[in-house]
């Protein structure tokens, strides 16, 4: 199945795009794809997610309705569990590969394990197979947290907790059991669409 490379950056107001028609997905992700979120709903996801500034919002909150974005449901609630943080990217791809079968998901995009260490969340987006309604380039974005990290709930600070200095095998060492689980899963047709995820920089 076709996969269309990265879409644009549809918040930058320097891209052309025509506003979405909202018309139901088709292809490989159209099995698992549940409600489309409104223009109002992605404006208000993005303010959440992003520093908007008071001068700014007339300029990008237009631009909303050209983003095309979907729940996928079937990601709400999953976890995939792991002992060393070197193994996150193939955990998550796995169950990518179990929860969305039949599509070629590429392991080639590594997960951020810098969030992980610092925030306690995972929050990656990566190429997904492209919208055959549309035939626009996708992504699938999915945010959840890691909790618990052997049987403890983790909190923010639970990395610089456990290793007060970085420990000499690096993200290789084995931690123990830890736990993701993702709370919210993207389907859209812009770079980074930040539905759900809060602002944590």
């Given at each position: 199945m076709p996969f269309a490379g990265w879409p644009p950056d549809l918040w930058n107001p320097q891209v052309a795009a025509q506003d979405d028609d909202r018309r139901p997905v088709k292809g490989a992700m159209e099995p698992f794809v549940g409600t489309q979120y409104s223009v109002e709903q992605i404006w208000t996801y993005y303010?959440?997610?992003?520093?908007v500034y008071p001068d700014e919002e007339a300029q990008l909150r237009p631009l909303a309705a050209r983003i095309r974005a979907f729940n996928v449901p079937v990601l709400s609630g999953a976890t995939f569990t792991i002992t060393r943080l070197s193994d996150t990217t193939l955990a998550l791809y796995a169950l990518l590969t179990e929860k969305l079968p039949g599509i070629p998901w590429d392991p080639a995009h590594q997960v951020h394990l810098g969030r992980i260490k610092k925030y306690g969340i995972i929050h990656e987006v990566v190429e997904a197979p492209l919208d055959g309604a549309t035939?626009?380039?996708m992504v699938l974005e999915v945010y959840g947290h890691l909790d618990p990290?052997?049987?403890?709930?983790?909190?923010?600070?639970?990395?610089?907790?456990?290793?007060p200095s970085e420990p000499s095998n690096g993200e290789d060492a084995v931690i123990g059991e830890m736990i993701f689980?993702?709370?919210?899963a993207t389907y859209a047709n812009t770079r980074t669409p930040g539905?759900?995820?809060p602002f944590y920089m």
């Open positions: 303010r959440s997610h992003t520093d035939q626009s380039a990290v052997n049987g403890q709930t983790a909190g923010r600070d639970w990395y610089r907790e456990l290793y689980r993702l709370s919210l539905i759900g995820v």
